[in-house]
């Protein structure tokens, strides 16, 4: 019996041993978990009876246990480490076999998928193209091709427009005289400037001056500017071959063999030294334009004999506001006069509107423009406060519908506001949206780069913009806009197009989620890591390669997303380190040598006395 029972205390110390001795092997591997002995004594029994004092038959290992207890957390440097913070296993694909595995060293292989370092893949949930989770799962894969380029469908703006600014006002007026006939001339005369305060400035014309040096003496009066131009037509049929036309004492001799004069004469005026006369055909008529407005002087063979003409020029004046131009003579007879207002827009003119900004869009093939947004404040109407919006897409006009020429025409929207500063409605709309339907993208050269043209509302373009787009429409999202008494401001603005991007970078967010960074700033999702929980996880059986596969015992395993339920959280670039406590393992070796020693002790001591009684004699 001694015998017995000292060799089962050997089988279980060295039992014993062996698990420490795994454990203590295992205290650097990651997301390893120790285990543990547990015994169970021995006794022989009968059927109707135990005896009254039974002696026990030793010791016998009932299990060796696992301890899943979690493990400490260390950081790493590779981006797809994973460690699981709570309760759940890592989902392996080992070639058809499902494996599970708190073990996160995960890395990409030759195909773009997740792999531990024995090539068990990563299960998790897929998404589509448009980076949207589908809870179907499947092999984790990493696309490495560059991300295709997206065209803008939408920018919105949020901005506040300063309700404190001034209407742009009517701010002056405009004068345009009309030329004297033919050889008619200028007479003497005094011009009188007036001023609001009433106070008034004399320019003496002398008889006889051009429309050139009267633009002159006006340009020294403050608050007055002024231009002139001379244009003098003569009748296409009186130019002929072999002729003469004299120009600014310039003769110009047409050849008598010249098939085309009027063509020829055009073109020596436009390449003569006479730099402010160009000449253009107008109709029927041989136009020359004299620019700084001297008088033209022409000779030429007319159909009823010689013409000799001096033509005096006409004026362009522009007053500021308030001021007027009278005079003693003929030179503002006939002239038209007209207010003009400083808030006509002009993109060129800073002057002509009051905000602007500026932001960058993308067309189909991933081309970068720029889209600038200006804002004139209108007067009142009807107690409502307006704002007129112009666009312009790389400088150019994109308003719809096109103009005579079938050119775009300005983009002009207006924003209607409430009383308490909310946005309205755009030009009726109340959703605060305007549909750009007439931009064509164009190159640096201004010529079509091949990207999605437009589509005109005449065409059936309509918002919402369609999925996917086909034109180079897109919607300007105004709603959330106001008109407040603060600074203009832009408190948000974003569209969703980008140009194409090449893989940068992944990262992994708490619940599992991986992203893929693109060097055009985009990042988009490509699935999320699954993790399995079981309702005895002690059921588990161990295969190697620090992973588990599920039994009868452990149940079916339940799978989910991450920090979700009872699953725990996953922490990128970590590591979960074996949770071998190696202080209390050496402690183990050292009680486990000594019950191994004590039991060789046992069966040595009985030995001795089978001896003693063997040599009785």
């Not at 006409?314 to 002239?335: C, F, H, I, K, Q």
């Amino acid at each position: 019996m001694a015998f017995n029972t000292g060799l089962s205390g050997l089988r279980a110390a060295s039992v014993d041993l062996d698990v420490t001795g795994n454990n203590i092997a295992n205290a650097s591997t990651v997301g390893f978990k120790g285990s543990r002995v547990q015994f169970g004594d021995l006794y022989a029994s009968g059927f109707l009876s135990s005896g009254t004092n039974p002696i026990g038959d030793g010791v016998r290992v009932q299990d060796v246990q696992q301890s899943f207890a979690q493990g400490n957390i260390s950081f790493t440097d590779n981006g797809l480490d994973m460690a699981v913070n709570g309760d759940g296993f890592f989902v392996l694909n080992n070639g058809g076999e499902i494996r599970y595995s708190r073990a996160g060293q995960f890395g990409v292989d030759q195909n773009g998928f997740v792999t531990n370092n024995q090539g068990m893949r990563v299960q998790g949930f897929q998404a589509d193209d448009d980076g949207n989770l589908s809870g179907v799962r499947g092999d984790l894969q990493i696309d490495t091709d560059n991300l295709a380029p997206r065209r803008t469908t939408n920018l919105f703006s949020e901005l506040n427009l300063d309700s404190r600014e001034g209407v742009l006002e009517v701010s002056g007026t405009t004068i345009q005289t009309t030329q004297p006939a033919p050889n008619a001339t200028i007479g003497a005369q005094t011009l009188t400037v007036t001023y609001p305060d009433g106070s008034t400035r004399d320019v003496a014309v002398a008889a006889g001056t051009s429309a050139a040096d009267v633009a002159s003496l006006l340009n020294q009066e403050e608050g007055v500017s002024a231009s002139a131009r001379t244009t003098y037509d003569i009748p296409t049929g009186d130019i002929q071959a072999g002729e003469t036309v004299t120009i600014q004492g310039t003769n110009f001799d047409i050849p008598a063999t010249e098939p085309d004069p009027v063509g020829w004469l055009q073109d020596a005026v436009n390449n003569s030294p006479l730099n402010s006369v160009s000449a253009t055909v107008n109709g029927g008529n041989f136009r020359l334009t004299e620019s700084r407005g001297n008088d033209l002087d022409v000779t030429y063979q007319g159909g009823a004999g010689p013409v000799t003409a001096t033509q005096v020029g006409s004026l362009n004046v522009t007053l500021d506001r308030e001021l007027t131009l009278t005079s003693t003579g003929n030179l503002l007879t006939g002239a038209s006069t007209q207010p003009f207002r400083s808030n006509v827009f002009d993109p060129n003119d800073q002057r002509t509107y009051n905000h602007a900004t500026s932001t960058t869009i993308f067309d189909s093939l991933g081309n970068s423009h720029e889209i600038t947004q200006y804002f004139v404040k209108e007067p009142v109407a009807g107690g409502e406060s307006v704002w007129a919006m112009y666009v312009q897409v790389d400088g150019r006009d994109v308003g719809d519908p096109p103009d005579a020429n079938g050119d775009p025409s300005r983009a002009r929207f207006e924003l209607q506001f409430n009383t308490d500063g909310t946005l309205e409605s755009i030009d009726g709309d109340p959703n605060g949206e305007v549909l750009i339907s007439n931009w064509t993208p164009l190159d640096e050269n201004g010529d079509p780069n091949g990207a999605a043209g437009p589509r005109l509302i005449s065409q059936g373009a309509t918002t919402p913009i369609p999925e996917p787009p086909v034109s180079s429409n897109f919607v300007i999202d105004l709603s959330e806009t106001t008109q407040y008494g603060s600074a203009f401001g832009v408190n948000d603005q974003r569209q969703n197009g980008y140009t194409t991007g090449r893989l940068s970078g992944l990262d992994v967010s708490d619940t599992g989620i991986l992203f893929a960074r693109y060097t055009n700033g985009q990042s988009q999702t490509l699935g999320q890591v699954a993790l399995a929980t079981f309702r005895n996880t002690d059921g588990l059986a161990p295969v190697g390669e620090t992973s588990w596969v599920e039994t009868f015992e452990s149940g079916q395993p339940v799978i989910g997303q991450p920090d979700t339920g009872t699953l725990g959280s996953i922490k990128a670039s970590s590591l979960e380190e074996s949770n071998v406590d190696l202080s209390a393992e050496l402690v183990n070796l050292i009680i486990a040598q000594r019950n191994y020693q004590a039991n060789a002790k046992t069966i040595e001591t009985a030995d001795s006395v089978t001896q003693t009684i063997i040599n009785l004699r």
